[in-house]
């Protein structure tokens, strides 16, 4: 009965372990299609799964929408 015990909490502390140290990391899966110039810098764009195409701001890191047109893909 102890070693089941034993077992179990050493496998519970493992998966724990685990999951403390692993990190999250946002990755942009959207297809890259080209290149927009907003204002002074050029940004990459992006087109999502329903077709909208964007780039991600530099400053405030939101998507901001641009015409469907503006993307070469």
Do not use: A, H, W
Request: net charge positive; with cysteine; proline share 3%.
């Amino acid at each position: 009965m102890m070693r089941k015990l034993l077992f179990l909490l050493s496998v519970t502390v493992f998966l724990m372990s685990g999951l403390l140290t692993t990190s999250c990391t946002k990755v942009n899966k959207d297809q890259p299609c080209g290149t927009y110039q907003n204002q002074t810098t050029t940004e990459q764009l992006f087109k999502d799964s329903n077709g909208n195409c964007y780039y991600i701001d530099g400053t405030t890191g939101q998507k901001t929408m641009v015409p469907t047109s503006s993307c070469g893909c």
